[in-house]
């Protein structure tokens, strides 16, 4: 659900910008129809978006390694109509980290600049990212790539699709509140077959592995009411994939959920406000930052008026990414392993509430 967090006003603070008049953001509202490959490209008239995956990789020495690669699109408040060339009209930046049981902690890189001059662009029509050497693209035959070099890391990844994207929501609108607007539209793209290099001590190896990719776009994605969310995308080893979150009440309690099933055969279960629930089993608290992360959950959803459950234990407990030297939020992001399965949980809003 990847996860923008409070990214708009440590960004326009990054790049300079005066406080503008406000800027009238296209309304997520129901209906919408998915196009590709049109929807894969940049919405950039939406305040914030992003490109998210996440997976598990395997080395020829039988290693697990875990890894995310985030790209986010934003668009500050500010006047369109400015010519200059300098105004920053679209800021991208971008998350990466690489979970290693071998160290016990999570390495991570982060990168940021405003859209134009050779530096950074998000590209519409179809995937294609970018911050300096930083990467994320679709090739037309429909494979994924993501390059990304960061202190101590470095992926080179192949994500080839095995199944079609699936619409989250009503058809690609997620609701994420009580208002209709506050809401996105997204869509996932479970079950990528993922080959390619990884840099960790100065040297490359090879590695295969499954991936989640997850896109989100929106103007208004989270209630004021909100203070962060929990997800979780899971891969499963007999071909079905779920995606589950909860949005979390400021003092408590749950505001919203959502998700979805689908199952091996291609028929889904779509979640609605009381169809999920998470429940910590066991906590990890940061010594960096002193905020305490429910790592272990129980999470249940309702299918058919049958309640499934499945326990969710992390790869290891520290995989926080901590990204307040860069402006950007805390928050933990970490490789989990399930029954028939695996994946990613996310947990946001645990350092403090999310100001989107």
Excluded: C
């Amino acid at each position: 659900m990847r996860r923008t967090l409070p990214l708009l006003v440590g960004l326009i603070a990054t790049v300079g910008v005066a406080a503008p008049p406000a800027t009238p953001y296209p309304v997520v509202r129901p209906g919408i129809v998915l196009r590709f490959p049109a929807d894969h490209g940049a919405h950039p008239q939406f305040r914030t978006e992003w490109w998210y995956v996440t997976g598990w990789l395997k080395t020829d020495a039988g290693e697990n390694l875990g890894f995310q690669v985030t790209f986010f699109r934003t668009r500050p408040p500010g006047n369109a109509r400015n010519p200059s060339r300098f105004a920053p009209n679209q800021v991208l930046f971008a998350h990466a980290a690489l979970s290693d049981p071998a160290t016990g902690r999570l390495l991570h890189g982060e990168r940021a600049a405003r859209a134009g001059f050779g530096l950074a662009q998000a590209r519409t029509g179809d995937a294609d990212v970018a911050i300096r050497d930083w990467q994320m693209l679709r090739a037309k035959d429909g494979h994924w790539t993501t390059r990304v070099t960061a202190d101590g890391f470095g992926l080179a990844l192949d994500l080839q699709p095995t199944q079609p994207p699936l619409p989250q929501g009503r058809g690609g609108y997620s609701q994420k509140g009580p208002r209709p607007e506050e809401a996105s539209y997204y869509y996932s793209i479970p079950h990528l077959r993922v080959t390619g290099q990884v840099m960790r001590g100065g040297r490359a190896v090879a590695v295969r592995g499954e991936a989640w990719l997850d896109r989100e776009w929106s103007s208004n994605y989270l209630a004021p009411t909100a203070q962060g969310w929990d997800w979780t995308g899971l891969n499963f080893d007999d071909g079905s994939a779920l995606m589950a979150f909860r949005i979390r009440r400021k003092g408590g309690g749950i505001l919203w959920t959502g998700g979805s099933l689908r199952r091996a055969d291609g028929t889904t279960t779509v979640f609605g406000p009381n169809d999920v629930a998470f429940r910590p089993l066991a906590t990890w608290r940061s010594k960096a930052t002193g905020a305490t992360y429910p790592v272990a959950q129980e999470l249940s959803v309702r299918v058919a008026d049958r309640i499934q459950r499945w326990r969710l234990t992390p790869m290891f407990a520290a995989q926080e990414l901590d990204a307040r030297r860069s402006g950007l939020p805390v928050y933990w992001e970490g490789a989990v392993r399930t029954r028939g399965g695996r994946g990613y949980l996310e947990l946001t809003g645990y350092d403090r509430a999310l100001a989107m």
